[in-house]
């Protein structure tokens, strides 16, 4: 090999290996590292053989292009509301059963997440599927990871199911003579079988290794342990705030909030309340022990030892407030700010009380704290907030009562009548229908149709152009579009045909049933430390040429990178829906290894023997 090839293939292995820490570390979010892989494959054209036009060409990808339009459709589907009645459905099926309750949550979501993209399935059962947990006395935890896990596999189930399918397909048109992609229900079979060997091991072992981290019977004050960062205390008549309104007091004091004040049977939720405080008001603060000790002290208010702050507190008897949990997705525009550059307090009257990430829980210095993708935060907020942060993407809040404008006259099935179903329902399912049948006929590339579909919609009313640039989770549109070019660089150096080596190596001293399988769990591995976008970027093209050099089912090497990719359970960070249960599961690390460790093993085993015995060597 010529040095100068020699070289370029260090540099664009250099980049691969800078693009890896920086997807696994994410010291700067993923698409902007993207980005950066896009500008440095063109400043180092001279090695990585890539210029500025194929730089950019994950722009116009046609697979790009297909995903955007599929979480379009996706998001028209949604807010009909259709899967929100699931809910209601699914509620009267349990009965109370903890083990029905899996399994319709499992038994669900798994087959919509076949044609509706799974992430925005996912935001859409976690309150419900925590609403059947309170149903059933059980813990969330029980079932959301068991939630996560069952989207995933639903989107082996057609070639929309996912966008690593999507991008597979692609790749299957470029790299293997006398293929145009993948059909719509071509791997249909095999990812059926997949579905059910995951259920089967979800309602089994999978249950029984399934920690219950959060307490069925814990409220929200437990939950966070917040028993020492919530405290009554009662206005003296000496105090300087008498005659100050609520929210006047509570800016003169920035170390706490005031999240109530409570005057004989009422109560008023604050801190944005600008009635006037009188003494003997009873006033509920948020701060840690030592600001409130310092509070009592400043503002002469006495502290109710006695009495604790309970989630009842707010739930009964405030009628504008109301604490909540909601998650930060990968899209919201609130990740990298700062809880107070969101505005969430200063113009939506919600107050974040605090932060679960991961296995950590932050509940001091809040306001200076950044958010990050798959916070839990817990916040005191106001119906019309949660609607707003439900309707604008911003934030997934996971309480459904959350939701409602609490009557205390309200009888309980008033509060939990079913959610309505738009009449656009079986307009926006049928749009989607189609666009599955063009594309599964072969009357018009996927991507066409997909667009199609979306024009129909927006000019049929299911959907506003405004919701459907918000469904777009355009941080993966440019993951996607910039590692795209990376592939790009590793097939013009050379760099994958030198991967490719390592397959044919393999070849030389293992069956190729053998290798196939090895494969299959090194790039799920490796999905599940970065993402699988960026896996099937970097793994087809040297699944394919290795397969092509081993005389192999190149179309059979490009699935099981495929599949491997669509699969990465072991990690909360590999997948997008893991990340979104982690917070509201309060799981750690070690459990989406040991639960979905041996899944994805055993969905190794079963996916290479499948896609042998369906498509052979």
């Not at 397959?503 to 299959?520: D, E, K, R, T």
Request: aromatic share 6%; proline share 5%; glycine share 10%.
């Amino acid at each position: 090999m010529p040095l100068f090839e020699v070289s370029g293939v260090v540099v664009v292995f250099a980049l691969v290996g800078l693009a890896l820490v920086a997807f696994v570390t994410e010291l700067v979010p993923n698409d902007v590292t993207a980005i950066g892989i896009v500008t440095s494959l063109v400043v180092l054209e001279p090695w990585t053989g890539v210029g500025a036009r194929a730089a950019i060409s994950g722009f116009a990808n046609p697979a790009t292009i297909t995903i955007i339009a599929m979480y379009m459709l996706s998001a028209g589907v949604e807010q009909t509301g259709v899967i929100g009645r699931l809910g209601a459905l699914l509620a009267e099926y349990i009965d109370g059963n903890e083990f029905r309750a899996l399994f319709a949550t499992v038994g669900t979501a798994g087959p919509i997440a076949g044609v509706v993209n799974n992430t925005p399935v996912v935001a859409v059962f976690i309150p419900m599927i925590t609403d059947l947990a309170e149903r059933t006395n059980t813990s969330p935890s029980k079932l959301l990871l068991p939630l996560s896990y069952a989207a995933i596999l639903g989107g082996t189930l057609t070639l929309i199911g996912t966008s690593t399918n999507i991008l597979a397909s692609d790749f299957a048109g470029a790299l293997i003579e006398g293929r145009d992609g993948i059909g719509m229900f071509e791997f249909t079979g095999l990812g059926i079988v997949l579905l059910l060997v995951g259920t089967a091991y979800l309602l089994t072992v999978g249950r029984w290794l399934t920690p219950a981290r959060i307490p069925a019977d814990a409220d929200h004050v437990s939950e966070f342990d917040l028993s020492d960062h919530l405290a009554f205390v009662r206005v003296r008549s000496e105090s300087p705030a008498v005659g100050m309104s609520l929210d006047a007091f509570d800016a003169a004091h920035p170390e706490i909030r005031i999240l109530q004040l409570r005057r004989g049977g009422d109560a008023r939720a604050g801190p944005h309340a600008d009635v006037p405080i009188e003494a003997e008001d009873v006033l509920v603060v948020h701060g840690s022990l030592q600001a409130v000790n310092r509070f009592r002290e400043e503002a002469d208010v006495r502290h109710l030892v006695r009495e604790s702050v309970t989630a009842d507190t707010f739930e009964t008897t405030a009628t504008d407030g109301t604490l909540a949990r909601a998650i930060v997705p990968e899209h919201s525009g609130y990740v990298g700010e700062t809880v107070e550059e969101t505005g969430m307090d200063d113009f939506h009257r919600t107050t974040v009380l605090a932060i679960r990430r991961g296995s950590e829980l932050i509940r001091t210095d809040l306001r200076t704290r950044t958010l990050q993708p798959g916070d839990l935060l817990l916040v005191r907020t106001t119906p019309a907030s949660a609607r707003y942060f439900r309707d604008s993407g911003e934030l997934v809040v996971v309480d459904k009562e959350a939701f409602k404008d609490r009557d205390p006259e309200a009888s309980v099935e008033e509060i939990d009548e079913k959610p309505p179903i738009s009449e656009k329902t079986p307009l926006a399912v049928g749009i989607l229908l189609g666009v599955i049948g063009v594309a599964a006929l072969d009357l018009l590339p996927i991507v066409i149709a997909a667009l199609g579909g979306v024009v129909v919609m927006v000019t049929t009313g299911c959907l506003t152009t405004a919701d459907a640039y918000d469904a777009v989770s355009w941080n993966v549109i440019f993951l996607l579009a910039g590692v795209i070019p990376l592939g790009v660089a590793l097939t013009e150096t050379g760099g994958a045909s030198l991967l490719a080596d390592l397959l044919v190596a393999l070849g030389g001293v293992l069956p190729l049933l053998a290798v196939l399988f090895v494969l299959y769990v090194a790039v799920g591995i490796l999905a599940s430390v970065i993402t699988p976008v960026a896996t099937i970027v970097l793994a087809i093209p040297v699944a394919v040429e290795g397969a092509a050099r081993l005389g192999a089912n190149e179309f059979s090497f490009l699935l099981a990178a495929m599949f491997a990719s669509a699969t990465s359970l072991a990690t909360p960070i590999g997948y997008q829906t893991n990340l979104m249960v982690y917070g509201p599961g309060g799981y750690e690390f070690a459990d989406f290894i040991r639960v979905g460790g041996p899944l994805q093993l055993l969905l190794a085993v079963v996916g290479t023997v499948g896609i042998a015995v369906i498509w052979g060597l």
